[in-house]
T-cell receptor
Framework: AQTVTQSQPEMSVQEAETVTLSCTYD???????LFWYKQPPSRQMILVIR??????QNATENRFSVNFQKAAKSFSLKISDSQLGDTAMYFC???????????FGEGTQLTVNP | EADIYQTPRYLVIGTGKKITLECSQT?????MYWYQQDPGMELHLIHY???????EKGDLSSESTVSRIRTEHFPLTLESARPSHTSQYLC????????????FGSGTQLSVL
């Protein structure tokens, strides 16, 4: 069974600074998909960024980027120029193949301080 | 605007009551999911459906049941609620494809007294 581990239950960062959230996973598959989801307080969970394992280039979405290290099975999220609205719970997720169910990590609570 | 809706947003009920949590999506997605989430904790998949008349149990054992009579509607029912059912329940949907994006509802916070 696939596992997803987020070793940082809580993190904080000052506004405008950069923060990196860690995620590791375990799989024997060579192709799979990785995601970061954001759950703001009392609001809907939304997709932040996604990565296909067969793509070597790291995904980027505006201030959000990932560092995908396939050999190390690591998938960290970097948030640049942090904003107060980035305060949320962040979940790393793994999908083994297209159509299979997602496995979520335990989550990291990020607080952006003014 | 395409979206996914959950009602009620909050529900407080007594032990033994039967409840149904509603989930509807307007995106025409075949795939729908129910997750259970305790405060500040990870999500646990309890039910999913890949289309009309298709329902499966998820990774976490649950005493709830689901139905999928229409594509857009995926209600979750608890026949006899207990305090151990107190949790947040999140509904989500997605369409078939690579690196599928899940669309989540706002959740139902259930408290069973």
């Amino acid at each position: 069974a696939q596992t997803v581990t987020q070793s940082q239950p809580e993190m904080s960062v000052q506004e405008a600074e950069t923060v990196t959230l860690s995620c590791t996973y375990d799989t024997s598959e060579s192709n799979y998909y990785l995601f970061w989801y954001k759950q703001p307080p009392s609001r809907q969970m939304i997709l932040v960024i996604r990565q296909e394992a067969y793509k070597q280039q790291n995904a980027t979405e505006n201030r959000f980027s990932v560092n995908f290290q396939k050999a190390a099975k690591s998938f960290s999220l970097k948030i640049s120029d942090s904003q107060l609205g980035d305060t949320a719970m962040y979940f790393c997720a793994f999908q083994e193949t297209s159509g299979s169910r997602l496995t979520f990590g335990e989550g990291t609570q990020l607080t952006v301080n003014p | 605007e395409a979206d996914i809706y959950q009602t009620p947003r909050y529900l407080v009920i007594g032990t033994g009551k039967k409840i149904t949590l509603e989930c509807s999506q307007t995106m025409g997605h075949d795939k729908m999911y129910w997750y259970q989430q305790d405060p500040g904790m990870e999500l646990h998949l309890i039910h999913y459906s890949y289309g009309v008349n298709s329902t499966e149990k998820g990774d976490l054992s649950s005493e709830s049941t689901v139905s999928r009579i229409r594509t857009e509607h995926f209600p979750l029912t608890l026949e006899s609620a207990r305090p151990s059912h107190t949790s947040q329940y999140l509904c989500a949907s997605s369409e078939w494809g690579e690196a599928e994006k899940l669309f989540f509802g706002s959740g139902t916070q259930l408290s069973v007294l």
